[in-house]
């Protein structure tokens, strides 16, 4: 635990310090956090100490928590519009979607993630941020956060949010059904963008998609600047029903 000699197995215990902003990413961060700076540096001492413990962040990421995770993902705010409901598959730790939360508290904020440890994480992180008003966690897959759940109703949003799930044509088929009429995906993806635009294209225009556009957020703040790719639903394509059933490895079928 943290502030422990020692993590489970003799490793280190991560380091609170290692979350400390550094100088010159200061003026970043009160740039993309405004007053809610010590809200951000609250999650950060989160992803470095917790985030690590549970195998949701690498130790050694922990030192560039700020530039390549919180900053890299409040950026990304400027292409979400006021008031927005946002659904953010894959969430994993909470990037980009408990970052945008924080950076952006007119937005309503869902958090989709289908791992027991990650969305355990996710519900204490929100608590403990003081979140609960504007952020909520769904356990469950993009698909069964589409189609809805015996326990929740169909999900949908403004923007549909992703970092690091999947190429462009898988990211599409997941995300899209979530985003309502003309709402956007609008996913964070490295400088093979172009390339996988072209590769994927037809099939996102195939699942409703339009063309799918890339834009860089934070230039003049940020360096290097997030690049996203954005794809608007402009067709309602009806997703398929996750199936209530599965096949269990003996061969035979097993209810969730």
């Known amino acids: 635990m943290v502030g422990s000699p020692a993590a489970s197995g003799g490793t280190p215990a991560p380091d609170p310090a290692d979350a400390t902003l550094p100088p010159e990413l200061a003026g970043a961060a009160r740039a993309l956090f405004g007053h809610r700076i010590d809200l951000a540096a609250a999650y950060a001492e989160l992803l470095a100490t917790d985030g690590v413990v549970r195998g949701l962040i690498g130790p050694r990421e922990a030192p560039r928590i700020w530039d390549r995770h919180l900053l890299n993902c409040a950026a990304v705010a400027e292409r979400i519009p006021e008031g927005a409901e946002v659904l953010d598959v894959g969430s994993g730790a909470g990037l980009p979607g408990l970052v945008l939360a924080i950076a952006r508290p007119d937005l309503a904020v869902t958090l989709i993630e289908p791992l027991a440890r990650r969305t355990s994480f996710l519900v204490e992180a ?131």
Not at 190 to 198: K, N, Q, R
């Open 126 to 256: 929100v608590d403990r941020l003081g979140l609960a008003g504007t952020v909520r966690v769904f356990r469950g897959r993009a698909e069964e956060a589409a189609t809805g759940t015996d326990d929740s109703g169909p999900l949908r949003g403004d923007v549909v949010t992703a970092r690091a799930v999947a190429p462009l044509d898988r990211l599409a088929a997941w995300c899209l059904p979530l985003a309502v009429p003309h709402g956007r995906l609008v996913a964070l993806k490295g400088a093979s963008v172009a390339d996988e635009i072209a590769e994927h294209a037809a099939t996102v225009a195939k699942l409703g998609g339009g063309e799918p556009t890339v834009h860089r957020c934070g230039v003049g703040v940020i360096e290097p600047p997030t690049t996203v790719v954005e794809v608007v639903r402009e067709r309602v394509v009806a997703p398929a029903r996750a199936s209530a059933r599965r096949k269990s490895r003996g061969g035979r079928t097993r209810r969730r």
